[in-house]
């Protein structure tokens, strides 16, 4: 396994505030309201960076894979919602930094790179947006970069229930956060690089492993 790559500056600390301060009576309500339940959670990482790789159906699928880990992590979000007063507020108070979507960011690319080098887990949505079917779609080989350029650990989790979990809707709708193997990207090709598309597929297969024969999409084969 290669170092994490060290070269981008460290995202400050204390941008995770409004994660430190909600987290608990959200984590307690959230779990009152939608039963939930995790598999494999002796698969996560007990410190240090990894990237954290799952499907993508509901917006409340970071909250629950956050619930389920337990610590901070960093995600992406477009960057149209950091100019939404309240949604933005949120955002930034949670660590989440924006990303132009639709085109090679390299200013998002420095970032995850940093929070990863600073010792931070890393959330990554490899399709780049939720599915509407709830069946994945094919990954964008933007994870691919991140994960062979870093070096870091990949953590692959499938979130299954969350769309059917609504506000007035929560009862007896669980949700379960199913956690594979860890693994590094570097074990999925051949050379030093490797195709980023055919590297970004074979690290979704691995999500799609942990889902449902009718949520994996075009990776059911």
């Known amino acids: ?27 307690a309500i959230a779990s009152f309201l939608a039963p939930w339940r995790i598999e494999g959670a002796d698969r996560i990482p007990a410190h240090g960076a990894f990237i954290v790789i799952t499907n993508h159906v509901n917006w409340k699928d970071p909250p629950w894979i956050e619930f389920a880990l337990g610590r901070a992590i960093r995600y992406m979000a477009k960057r149209e ?8 507020f949120v955002l930034r108070g949670i660590g989440c930094f924006p990303v132009r979507r639709g085109e090679a960011d390299r200013g998002a690319l420095a970032i ?9 887990p890393l959330g990554y949505f490899p399709e780049g947006h939720r ?5 994945l779609i094919r990954a964008k080989p933007g994870i691919a970069h991140i994960a062979l350029r870093s070096g870091a650990p990949i953590l692959p989790i499938a979130v299954v229930g969350t769309p059917r979990a609504r506000l007035g809707r929560f009862w007896r709708r669980d949700i379960t956060i199913r956690v594979g193997e860890p693994f590094v990207a570097q074990d999925l090709c051949d050379g030093p690089r490797g195709d980023p598309q055919a590297v970004a597929d074979a690290i979704m297969r691995r999500v799609a ?7 994996r999409g ?4």
């Open 81 to 88: 919602l950091f100019a939404v007063p309240v949604i933005g």
């Open 209 to 215: 492993a942990l889902l449902p024969a009718e949520m």
């Open 218 to 221: 075009v990776y059911a084969t």
């Open 1 to 27: 396994m290669s170092a994490v790559f060290a070269g981008a500056p460290v995202l400050p600390q204390e941008r995770l505030w409004l994660w430190r301060a909600g987290y608990p009576p959200v984590r």
């Open 131 to 135: 599915s509407e079917s709830g069946a």
């Open 112 to 120: 995850a790179l940093s929070v990863l080098a600073a010792g931070q």
